[in-house]
């Protein structure tokens, strides 16, 4: 019977006694090599890299989504005012037709036409206000995240740098072993 370690089986095997049981060691494994290492380990970042700029990006569309509506308070606001002076302005009209009796003439329909115009054109440009200010908002929303999408590169480390090192390593340890 053969004895001392058979790395076949990954049994070790005492020299024959009483009893000539085989005691298992378990399996031989190999510890993982420097490559080994090195691709796990640029596996392990760019995994980390990808999480990160998803993050990263779903911030900037959250920020981009409240910029798109931050106009929207504002504008209700002045479209009530613009409304409230139109309707002032057409009482204001009316009762000046009242008063000189030319409630049911052109002269009264060319004031109250006038004064709706002038209600259609405070509210575009009230829209177009709003229209600008929502794109500037939004370009400076964005414009960090096209930035930070520009600026993205996946340099990872370079296996003859690793190689360098560790023989560099490897000559350090040679010359001191303490």
């Known amino acids: 019977m053969a004895t001392g370690f058979m790395p076949s089986s990954g049994s070790f095997r005492r020299p024959a006694s009483r009893t000539d049981r085989v005691v298992d060691l378990g399996t031989f494994r190999r510890p993982a ?12 970042a760019r995994t980390a890299n990808e999480s990160r700029y998803t993050d990263i990006l779903g911030r900037y569309e959250q920020l981009a989504k409240q ?19 139109s309707r002032d302005r057409r009482a204001s009209t009316g009762q000046w037709a009242a008063d000189r009796g030319l409630t049911n003439t052109t002269a009264y329909r060319g004031r109250l036409g006038r004064s709706d115009a002038i209600a259609g054109r405070e509210h575009l440009a009230l829209q177009g206000q709003l229209a600008q200010f929502r794109s500037s908002s939004l370009l400076q929303g964005m414009g960090p995240m096209l930035q930070f999408m520009e600026r993205r590169t996946d ?16 000559y350090a340890q040679a010359a001191n072993p303490y």
């Open 33 to 44: 090599s420097t490559t080994d290492r090195y691709a796990k380990a640029v596996s392990d």
């Open 155 to 170: 340099a990872y480390p370079d296996a003859r740098q690793y190689g360098d090192l560790f023989r560099q390593r490897s």
């Open 67 to 85: 910029l798109q509506g931050l106009g929207a308070g504002m504008g209700a606001g002045a479209a009530s005012d613009i409304d409230a002076r």
